[in-house]
């Protein structure tokens, strides 16, 4: 499975950007799907959003009404929209998918809030 992140960059505080992830297979196929982020300095994801099938979601508590999931499964595409950013959502976010009992990940997309 390939996995495609983009539609990261620089915002102001309390800006929106949607982030995309395009999928090589069937996103039906996957059970899980999931956005990370990884913060400067920290050597760690940590969960930002994720869809189990049938589309039961759940946030990080520092995201949510601010973070929304979603998909496209005509398209083979996530999309993590994010609103009224902060500076404390500066990293590098990552998408995720489960496929066969096997976990892969997106090469990463930069997000920076920043005046």
């Known amino acids: 499975v390939q996995l495609v992140a983009s539609g990261g960059g620089l915002v102001q505080p309390g800006g929106s950007l949607r982030l995309s992830c395009a999928a090589s297979e069937n996103m039906l196929s996957f059970s899980y799907i999931g956005w990370y982020h990884q913060a400067p300095g920290n050597s760690e994801r940590e969960l930002v959003a994720?869809?189990?099938?049938?589309?039961?979601?759940n946030y990080a508590d520092s995201v949510k009404g601010r973070f929304t999931i979603s998909r496209d499964d005509a398209k083979n595409t996530m999309y993590l929209q994010m609103n009224s950013l902060k500076p404390e959502d500066t990293a590098v976010y990552y998408c995720?998918?489960?496929?066969?009992?096997?976990?892969?990940w997106g090469q990463g997309t930069q997000v920076t809030v920043s005046s």
């Open positions: 995720a998918v489960v496929h066969s009992g096997q976990t892969y």
């Open positions: 994720s869809m189990f099938r049938p589309g039961h979601t």
